[in-house]
C-alpha cells in the first residue's frame, strides 16, 4: 500500500550505519545535511497521495487490494514505456528540476532481474528458483512502497585487472561464506546515490564476468540497517555552502547524496538472493539493467534540461539581450540538448522490444544509448550556453544574507534592475543559475558526463546495437563485395540489432 511522506521518513530512523564527515548520524531525517536528501526522497511518496501526479503515480494491480506505485508497474508495450519516461520526466519537474530517483532505480533493476532470472532460473544455485526470488521481491518492494537504492559500481581497485586478478579480492563485492541460512558477503560499492536514505539495497555486479570470477558474481537485497553495512557520505558541498533560504536546496531541491557503501561481512537470507556464483547471468544483468537505467536517465535528464532553457530564456530577458542573434543561438543548442533526449526516450519505447519470457517491454538499446551518449557528451556545452546567457552575475551576485539587509536590498534592487524594473526578481534568477554553475557545478560536471554508464559505455552498446547490414550492402552494391584474405581470414560481419 502507498506509504505516507511521514512514515517514510519516520521508517529511516532504525540504527542504520551511516557517517558524514567522519561522525556517526543517529538520524539521517534531522540531520543538518542529510535532512535535505531525505526529504527530496519523501516527496514521491507525497505525490502519489497529493497534487497533479497523484492519478499517474497510482496503479491499482490486479491481484492486489491496495494500490501501489506506478514505477513499479513492469511495462508491458510500447505505450507502457512511454507512460513511464513521461512519469519520470513529470516527476523530475515536480522536484524542480532534480531526478527522484528511489522509485524509478529500484523498478530499473527489479525488471532487469526478472528478465535474467527468467532465462537463468538455476542462477542463484542449484535447487533455487531465481525467478520466483526476484518475483516475490518485487511484490515486496511494490506492495510495501519501498524506496530503493541500487548499489552497482564496485570500487574496482587496478581496473586493468578482473575481479579474481585484484590483489585485494574486496575491491569487488564478493561471496565469502554460504551455509544453510544464506551467503555472507564482502566488499564495497561506490557512489552509491541516495544510499543512506532509502529503505533498502539492491546489489547487482558491475561488468562482464569470467568462471574464474565466479565468487564475484552475485546479486541480492538488503535492508540498509543489516549489520555490517556502512555508508560512509561524500560531503554534500551545496548544502553547506547554502546559507541562506533564497540559496541552495530549498530553492532547487539539489540533494542527492552519494556514499561509499561498504559490507563487512552482511549476512543475506537466501530469500533475498537473485544471482550466486553465475557468470553469465552476472553479467546478463549489469547490461540489462544499464539498458534500463539509461531510458530513465534520458527520461529525466530531458526534464531537467527543461529548467535550463527556462532559465537561460528568462535570464536573457531579464538582461535584455533575448533577441541577440547569439543568444538566440545559445538557446537553441539547450533546446537541441533537451529534444535529442526526448526523441530518443520516445524512440526507444516505439522501438520496444517484449521479452518472450517475461512478456516485459524493454527498451531498444540504439535509441536509449544514441540518446545517453548525446546527453553526456553535450551536458557542458548546454552549461556554457546557460552562462552566456545569463553573464557573469550569475556567479558574482551578492548573497541572500545582503538582500535581506534594509541598508543594501535598495542598492540590489536599484543596480540589479535590467530589461524590467524588478532587480530583486533578476537577482533571484542570478542565485538560481549560481546554484547550477557554482554550488552544484563542480559535482554536475562529473556526475552528468559518468552517471547511468559513461560516454565509453555508450558507444558500446550502440555499435553492438546498430545493425550495419543495410549500409554495408549499399557499398557492396556499388564496389562489390570484399574478397577474402589469402590466410582464410573473414572480416567481421555485421551484428544484428539485439
Request: include cysteine.
Amino acid at each position: 500500500m502507498l506509504r505516507t511522506a511521514q512514515a517514510f521518513l519516520e521508517s529511516l530512523r532504525d540504527g542504520r550505519e551511516v557517517y558524514y564527515r567522519g561522525q556517526r548520524v543517529e538520524d539521517v531525517t534531522a540531520h543538518p545535511v542529510l535532512a535535505y536528501p531525505a526529504r527530496h526522497n519523501a516527496r514521491i511518496f507525497q505525490m502519489a497521495l497529493e497534487g497533479p501526479l497523484a492519478g499517474a503515480l497510482c496503479w491499482q494491480a490486479p491481484q492486489w487490494q491496495e494500490p501501489a506505485c506506478r514505477l513499479y508497474q513492469p511495462p508491458k508495450s510500447a505505450q507502457d514505456l512511454l507512460q513511464r519516461h513521461e512519469l519520470i520526466a513529470a516527476t523530475t519537474r515536480h522536484c524542480r528540476g532534480v531526478f527522484n530517483i528511489c522509485k524509478v532505480i529500484g523498478s530499473d533493476a527489479i525488471f532487469a532481474l526478472l528478465s535474467v532470472t527468467a532465462r537463468h532460473q538455476e542462477a542463484a544455485g542449484a535447487g533455487a528458483d531465481a525467478h520466483r526470488r526476484a518475483l516475490a521481491y518485487w511484490e515486496h518492494a511494490a506492495r510495501r512502497d519501498l524506496a530503493l537504492a541500487v548499489a552497482q559500481t564496485d570500487v574496482k581497485g587496478n581496473r586493468s585487472l578482473r575481479p579474481h586478478q585484484q590483489p585485494d579480492p574486496d575491491h569487488y563485492v564478493r561471496v565469502v561464506r554460504v551455509d544453510s541460512e544464506g551467503i555472507v558477503v564482502r566488499g564495497a560499492k561506490a557512489h552509491i546515490t541516495q544510499a543512506p536514505v532509502v529503505d533498502e539495497l539492491l546489489v547487482i555486479p558491475s561488468r562482464a564476468m569470467q568462471e574464474e570470477d565466479a565468487d564475484w558474481a552475485v546479486a541480492f537485497a538488503v535492508p540498509v540497517n543489516a549489520p555490517g553495512l556502512r555508508l560512509i557520505c561524500r560531503p554534500m558541498l551545496e548544502v553547506e555552502g547554502a546559507r541562506h533560504p533564497l540559496e541552495g536546496p530549498r530553492v532547487l531541491a539539489a540533494c542527492l547524496v552519494e556514499a561509499l557503501v561498504v559490507f563487512d561481512d552482511v549476512r543475506v537470507p537466501w530469500e533475498r538472493v537473485f544471482v550466486l556464483r553465475h557468470p553469465r547471468a552476472a553479467t546478463e544483468l549489469a547490461t540489462t539493467f544499464a539498458l534500463w537505467h539509461r531510458f530513465s536517465a534520458i527520461s529525466y535528464r530531458a526534464a531537467m534540461a527543461e529548467l535550463l532553457i527556462g532559465l537561460a530564456a528568462e535570464v536573457a530577458r531579464a538582461n535584455g539581450v533575448e533577441g541577440k542573434s547569439h543568444i538566440r543561438r545559445q538557446l537553441v543548442d539547450l533546446i537541441l540538448y533537451c529534444e535529442l533526449q526526448r526523441m530518443a526516450a520516445h524512440q526507444a519505447a516505439s522501438r520496444a522490444r517484449v521479452d518472450p519470457l517475461t512478456g516485459l517491454a524493454l527498451p531498444d538499446p540504439l535509441a536509449t544509448n544514441l540518446g545517453k551518449l548525446y546527453s553526456n557528451a553535450h551536458y557542458l556545452q548546454a552549461v556554457q550556453a546557460l552562462v552566456d546567457c545569463a553573464g557573469g552575475l550569475a556567479v558574482t551576485a551578492p548573497s541572500g544574507h545582503d538582500y535581506d539587509s534594509p541598508a543594501l536590498r535598495p542598492y540590489i534592487d536599484k543596480y540589479l534592475a535590467g530589461a524590467d524594473a524588478d532587480g530583486g526578481r533578476r537577482f533571484r534568477l542570478f542565485l538560481a543559475i549560481r546554484e547550477l554553475v557554482g554550488l552544484l557545478g563542480g559535482l554536475e560536471s562529473v556526475t552528468m558526463v559518468h552517471a547511468e554508464g559513461s560516454v565509453e559505455a555508450s558507444v558500446i552498446e550502440i555499435l553492438r546495437s546498430y545493425d550495419l547490414g543495410p549500409a554495408l550492402e549499399q557499398v557492396r552494391e556499388l564496389v562489390g563485395p570484399p574478397a577474402a584474405p589469402a590466410d582464410g581470414f573473414q572480416p567481421p560481419t555485421a551484428r544484428s540489432r539485439s
